[in-house]
């Protein structure tokens, strides 16, 4: 396990336990904001390839708004995704040790411009419905057994290992067969893990219920946080007071702004309804990583942290 642009790895988990730690917003957004065009299959992965400066960027609007977590842009970065792009193994292997590194390039100019709070990179591990494209990792249920899945998860997660993140964020996960196959993916890589599930309401987007979801993690070592991520705002008390009360350990949790994805036509529809006040009754149900997750900018992270360390 490497260190941190300020410390060591493992005071990630000490941060939990000692209160709040702020994650970041939708990376696909801040992209696009900057101008970049995402109507890919690979979505911000495939500026891996072709722009790695404006993923360092995004990550660094994000710690310069208050962030003290980098999720990298390995979200929908597969071997596989890659290989349909004409990526080799060794390139597409290259591309996600980039995204770590590009995370850790931009808490190094975070801080050398200043910022001095320890700041932290979790490699995203994105479900197997990512990779197809189709809007399915809001579905689950892909039709592949337990050990189908860990097969298509542990390479990337051997790989997203291996460039040191601090963590690793198996998020984003539509069902329970696919979170048992991740945490058979992670054994023994030597790195701590969040799973983090997408919701509608108190059940999984397959239908499963939040208590039989979150137990999955309950007695698993390497799992520092369990939540939820890519749901409504208003879906997130209730999930929050089940994760804590299951698995006893700290939840993670970053929402959408409140908008929906039509997967069809590839675009958000709806209106946001994020606010920042609602974190203060997150964290007092348990949650201790706080962010944002699509639709969700710097701005709104800079709130959360104002509110966070206003009300700690």
């Known amino acids: 396990m490497t260190s941190n642009a300020s410390g ?15 994650l970041d917003g939708g990376m696909s957004n801040q992209l696009a904001s900057a101008g970049h065009d995402l109507s890919d299959e690979l979505w911000s992965a495939r500026l891996l390839m072709e722009s790695p400066e404006a993923i360092t960027e995004a990550h660094l609007a994000y710690f310069e708004a208050g962030a003290d977590v980098a999720i990298t842009a390995s979200y929908q970065a597969t071997f596989e995704g890659f290989a349909k792009r ?72 051997e790989v997203l290992a291996a460039a040191g993140p601090d963590v690793l964020a198996l998020e984003t996960v539509p069902d329970v067969d696919e ?49 939820v991520n890519c749901c409504a705002p208003e879906d997130v008390d209730g999930a929050v007071a089940v994760a804590a009360r299951v698995t006893g350990k700290p ?28 974190v203060v009754g997150w964290r007092d149900g348990g949650a201790r990583l706080i962010g944002g997750c699509c639709r969700v900018g710097p701005g709104a992270i800079s709130e959360i942290a104002g509110v966070l360390s206003g009300g700690a």
């Open 251 to 278: 939840v993670v949790v970053y929402p959408n702004s409140g908008e929906a994805w039509d997967a069809e036509a590839r675009a958000w529809r709806g209106r946001s309804s994020f606010a920042a006040d609602e």
């Open 86 to 157: 004409g990526v080799g193994h060794d390139r597409a292997a290259e591309l996600l040790s980039l995204s770590v590194e590009s995370a850790r390039e931009a808490a190094r100019r975070a801080q050398a411009g200043g910022v001095t709070r320890p700041l932290w990179v979790a490699a995203s591990v994105g479900p197997y419905g990512a990779m197809l494209a189709d809007g399915s990792e809001y579905r689950g249920r892909y039709g592949l057994s337990v050990a189908e899945l860990e097969a298509f998860h542990r390479p990337r997660v």
């Open 179 to 227: 979170a048992a196959a991740l945490l058979r993916a992670v054994r023994g890589v030597g790195v701590p893990v969040w799973l983090s599930y997408s919701i509608a309401g108190d059940r999984t987007r397959a239908g499963q219920p939040l208590e039989e979801a979150f137990a999955l993690a309950a007695d698993v070592d390497e799992v520092i946080a369990v939540g």
């Open 8 to 22: 060591t790895a493992s005071s990630l988990a000490a941060a939990l336990a000692a209160g709040t730690v702020v």
